[in-house]
């Protein structure tokens, strides 16, 4: 099993929708939680990240972290045409240095 | 452009061809990641520097791999005897010590290709 599990879609949906990618993961010391966006033939680009649990905010982004699930998740509202890439999830615990990467999701969001 | 840079964007190799790739990370910053993505994965950490210090290198990194950072400024990876498996994206990634461990930037990565 992997430590870090997410759904590699695709996942299409129309423009302005709400979109709901997750990730859960086996390893509760990991301790920050962040959110990456990446283009294709591009590096990944961080969006979002959040330190224990709790709901982060930023725009049209929200990332939200339950420790007790172990279980993150990240929600676009008003998706845009532009949105579409691999959103990638990745995780670390308190004093490494090296994250933690699921597979990331394709995201298609359809005009 | 002040963001970190990866030089060269894309090599093909032969496989036995040894490559070095080159990153530059944004200034200032003083640790600096590699990671190495495969098609339709996420990526997976290699190693880090703080500074010209390698601190971390994951069991990924082989025998065949080295990476330096000599003056604690730009790094380098080799991979000597390349094989197939070799094929990666190569991503660098670099944090500032003023800001905590989760803010890795990345550049746009080398793609190698060993044929």
């Known amino acids: 099993q992997k430590e870090v599990e997410q759904d590699p879609g695709p996942l299409s949906v129309p423009e302005g929708a709400i979109v709901s990618l997750n990730c859960t993961y086996s390893?509760?010391?990991?301790?920050?939680f962040m959110w990456y966006r990446q283009y294709s033939r591009k590096g990944p680009e961080l969006l979002m990240y959040?330190?224990?649990?709790g709901n982060k905010e930023d725009g049209r982004f929200t990332a939200q972290v339950d420790k007790s699930s172990k279980y993150i998740s990240l929600f676009i509202r008003d998706s845009q045409p532009s949105d579409s890439a691999t959103y990638l999830c990745?995780?670390?615990?308190?004093?490494?240095?090296?994250?933690?990467f699921g597979t990331g999701t394709r995201l298609k969001v359809l005009a | 452009d002040t963001g970190v840079s990866q030089n060269p964007r894309h090599k093909i190799t032969k496989r036995g061809q040894n490559v070095t790739f080159r990153c530059d990370p944004i200034?200032?910053?003083?640790?600096l990641y590699w990671y190495r993505q495969t098609l339709g994965q996420g990526p997976e950490f290699l190693t880090y520097?703080?500074?010209?210090?390698?601190?971390?290198k994951s069991r990924l990194l082989s025998d065949r791999f080295s990476a330096e950072r000599p003056k604690g400024s730009f790094s380098t990876l080799e991979i000597q005897r390349t094989e197939q498996g070799d094929s990666a994206m190569y991503l660098c990634?670099?944090?500032?010590?003023?800001?905590?461990?989760?803010?890795?930037?990345f550049g746009p990565g080398t793609r190698l290709t060993v044929t």
């Open positions: 990634a670099s944090s500032s010590p003023g800001t905590a461990l989760y803010e890795q930037y």
């Open positions: 390893n509760s010391a990991f301790q920050y």
């Open positions: 959040t330190y224990s649990s």
């Open positions: 990745a995780m670390s615990e308190s004093g490494t240095y090296k994250y933690i």
């Open positions: 200034s200032e910053h003083n640790r």
């Open positions: 520097f703080q500074n010209e210090a390698q601190l971390e």
